[in-house]
């Protein structure tokens, strides 16, 4: 057929070399995973460098061995299983960046390592690897350090700080854990932990600017609350987990205050501890939490419901962490249930029986 | 009121190289292949032979079915061949192969004017069949079976579609702003052959000069509506449509005509009016040959069996990175593997795109981002189709509604990892009508062997 076609010959001229086919659609958006990653990691950078301001180079060190251990970690076993290496699309980076928020500045750093190690070796690719893991990496290398090390982990050492305020080289508590401790005892706790800031307003201030001890990335709510404004903005994350995880522990916090109904603090609630870094970057973790935004509603608010129970009634200070962890688990049952919905029909109304 | 619709994906237009630009007519091909199917339902026979000379218009293939349409010549020549030739979206098919004598000769001379506001319900519906009119969006849904509703759905409403969401194409558009007034007297049309009284004519936002064109032609035109869409894909799916403008919702697996309305699109309007009032049945069609592969993007008048080729080399001819063909939009269409693949009824448009324009980084794992889920015009769950393939599980997807999935490629285009999601729903359609072909088969077979027992 093809000598008879007088069209064939033209061909040549067309300059084709070769047709590429594949089903449709043939254009794409210039989103990719590492772009996800990568900006995500970036919106990060204003919160380290306020933490390497704050705590000093040794907050700096942390982030580095924690994110060089993820990286390596991930190539090494994505070498070994013989899968595609994407240890550079900076998903595994994020998960040691966020380990290294989520611990004490003083912690040694081979067990800063180690805990990054777990977090990607067993949370992430014991299951898989990325897409596939059941709980956010970064808050189970915590909980492995927590449960291993629960004395380093909760060592509040002020490092060299490059603030000219900051006092060097003092083992403090962070003020949940004043809270925590001060209850214990049966003192008014919260008046304790104001104590320590001078008044209401200063430690609201400290707590909002990133002034207080605590984890390297719990340091400044404001500076997280950018990020995470911005990666809604990008569409990164849904507004849903965020807002609602908040507002569940500040209404919780506010209601079963320490001295009676609606005597708690909920600022104090929202801004202390890893809870902001939580509602915005590990509650809202992609893999982790619920596909649709009606599923993120009830993961986040029941997140919030366990934060609120174990600062107010468990042994620990802080419940950030085990909050999301545990509802992580709950993540593939809420998916169950709350799945994709096509618009509600407008057959019935307009056509009677005939729909 | 903002006019919208649930989910959709913004995607980037791409319209600049062809928008705006004149329609040129292209010069009479050497060859012309002419395919017999060219609508969705049955195809045609051919009721010529080879070396049988013919004139423009003339009936060359008739209708096999209700839902099937005429072909008519497009020029006048003579039938050189009856053959396979590939076909721009079944692969291979049998094309009538014309080689015209260039004096363009009408059948029965000149064609004639008409009145339709003087012809009754059934002659406008015969008229418009003998055009062999299809909806020229890309469905390719013969024309004249989508004016015949069964007698117990009325039809209240006509929606005209001159969205035009696919990315690149630019071809209604321009029709629009030359051919304004013929839509509305093929709106008048249709509203007369369905007995329908309330009318749309919805635009995307990016196209000013379609709407005040259509604006000032349907001023004539009692309980007509120009409604302007927000620009987003894919607007112009019906459903989109009809929730947008009418605020309704149509589930999936049902026709509009449920809802008692009826979308034609506006080239179909245009040629509604060809065909019924000047009797010129639907052999040539406006096609925009765009894309960063093409040296000279134009919108072209072409008739229907013009090669890939003869069109390409009207527009300046391809650059060296050209690494695929598409033929309509970049959403929809269909990736072309010859140059000789002539276009039909349905062509709107031509893509020659670089290796740039397409090139996708590896597949990556699903991140459960929820970016196909948000963009599914559908409220499906898209996501999960790729699962459903390699698990093998037919009955899951259907019941994930995969059977409703219009592949309009939102979801695959907003995927970070590149998952092959819409390929994967055309595996799951084919499959699941195997494995209900089989089911029923078998139940049959039961039956029958209770019957002789």
């Not at chain 1, 070498?79 to 595994?92: E, I, L, N």
């Not at chain 1, 611990?103 to 898989?128: E, N």
């Not at chain 2, 300046?316 to 695929?324: F, I, N, V």
């Amino acid at each position: 057929m093809a000598d008879k076609n007088p069209t064939t010959a033209a061909n040549e001229r067309l300059l084709a070399p070769l047709l590429s086919v594949a089903s449709s659609p043939h254009i794409r958006t210039r989103e990719t995973i590492p772009r996800i990653m990568w900006t995500v990691n970036a919106t990060l950078i204003p919160v380290a460098v306020w933490a390497v301001y704050i705590f000093g180079w040794r907050a700096l060190l942390q982030i580095v061995v924690s994110g060089l251990a993820a990286v390596i970690t991930e190539l090494v076993i994505q070498k070994q299983r013989g899968v595609a290496r994407t240890w550079h699309d900076g998903s595994a980076f994020l998960t040691g960046l966020l380990l290294a928020f989520c611990i004490p500045v003083g912690l040694p750093l081979w067990m800063t390592a180690l805990g990054s190690v777990f977090s990607v070796a067993v949370a992430k690719h014991a299951f898989g690897g990325l897409g596939q893991n059941i709980f956010n990496p970064a808050h189970a290398g915590r909980a492995f350090l927590l449960a291993s090390f629960p004395v380093q982990m909760t060592t509040w050492t002020k490092m060299a700080s490059l603030a000219p305020s900051a006092v060097d080289g003092v083992t403090t508590a962070t003020p949940l854990g004043i809270l925590k401790e001060a209850t214990k005892l049966g003192h008014d706790g919260m008046s304790e932990v104001i104590a320590t800031f001078g008044s209401r307003q200063a430690m609201l201030e400290s707590l909002f600017l990133g002034n207080v001890n605590g984890c390297i990335g719990e340091v400044s709510a404001l500076l997280i609350i950018l990020g995470g404004v911005f990666l809604i903005y990008k569409r990164y994350i849904f507004w849903q987990g965020p807002v609602f995880y908040l507002t569940t522990v500040a209404l919780l916090g506010w209601v079963f205050g320490h001295k009676g109904l609606f005597t708690g603090d909920p600022l104090f609630q929202l801004l202390s501890g890893g809870l902001v870094l939580g509602a915005f970057y590990m509650l809202t973790d992609m893999v982790t939490s619920p596909i649709t935004r009606r599923g993120q509603i009830v993961f986040a608010v029941g997140g919030g419901l366990l934060v609120f129970l174990i600062r107010r009634y468990a042994g620990y200070p802080e419940g950030v962490c085990y909050s999301i962890l545990l509802m992580n688990c709950a993540t593939p049952m809420i998916d169950r249930i709350f799945v994709a919905q096509p618009p509600r029909s407008d057959l019935s109304q307009t056509e009677g029986g005939q729909a | 009121m903002i006019y919208h619709f649930q989910g959709g994906a913004k995607v980037a237009h791409h319209k600049h190289r062809t928008e705006g630009k004149p329609i040129e007519a292209l010069p009479m091909p050497s060859r012309l292949f002419v395919h017999i199917h060219q609508n969705m339902g049955a195809p045609s026979k051919p009721v010529v032979a080879v070396g049988d000379e013919i004139q423009k218009g003339q009936l060359i293939a008739e209708p096999t079915a209700f839902v099937s349409v005429p072909i008519h010549a497009p020029t006048s020549g003579k039938v050189v061949a009856i053959e396979t030739h590939p076909h721009p979206s079944m692969g291979k098919g049998t094309a009538i192969v014309i080689e015209p004598d260039g004096k363009e000769t009408w059948v029965k001379g000149k064609p004639e004017q008409l009145d339709f506001r003087a012809m009754t319900r059934d002659q406008i519906l015969t008229r418009i069949r003998d055009g062999g009119l299809v909806g020229l969006g890309g469905a390719t849904f013969p024309t004249h079976v989508k004016l015949t509703p069964p007698a117990n759905t009325p039809v209240r409403t006509v929606i005209l579609n001159g969205a035009e969401c696919e990315p690149y194409l630019t071809s209604d558009d321009a029709l629009m702003r030359t051919r304004a007034e013929d839509m509305v007297t093929g709106l008048e049309i249709i509203l007369k052959a369905l007995g329908a009284t309330e009318s749309y004519i919805g635009i995307e936002d990016n196209k000013p000069e379609a709407i005040a064109a259509l604006s000032q032609a349907a001023k004539r035109l009692q309980g007509c509506r120009v409604v302007v869409l927000r620009s987003r894909y894919p607007q112009g799916a019906e459903r989109s449509m009809i929730k947008a403008i009418l605020g309704k919702w149509l589930p999936g697996g049902k026709l509009p005509m449920a809802l008692g309305v009826v979308v034609q699109n506006v080239t179909t309007a245009a040629c509604i009016t060809d065909a019924v009032v000047r009797g010129i049945p639907l052999i040539e069609r406006v096609v925009t040959v765009t894309g960063s592969a093409v040296n000279q993007p134009k919108n072209v008048r072409v008739l229907v069996g013009t090669t890939w080729a003869d069109l390409l080399r009207f527009c300046g001819g391809t650059t060296s990175d050209l690494s695929r063909l598409v033929a309509g939009g970049p959403m929809m269409g269909v990736a072309q593997s010859s140059f000789d693949t002539p276009i039909v009824k349905a062509s709107g448009g031509l893509l020659a795109l670089s290796k740039r324009d397409i090139a996708v980084p590896p597949v990556g794992p699903c991140l459960r981002c929820g970016n196909c889920l948000e963009a599914c015009p559908m409220g499906l769950a898209p996501f999960a189709f790729p699962t459903y393939v390699r698990e093998r599980d037919w009955q899951g997807a259907k019941r994930a509604n995969a059977l409703h999935c219009v592949e309009c490629g939102s979801c695959e285009y907003s995927c970070p990892a590149n998952r092959p999601i819409v390929h994967s729903v055309r595996v799951l359609k084919k499959a699941i009508a195997e494995a209900d072909a089989k089911a029923k088969a078998a139940k049959m077979e039961t039956k029958a062997g209770v019957g002789a027992a």
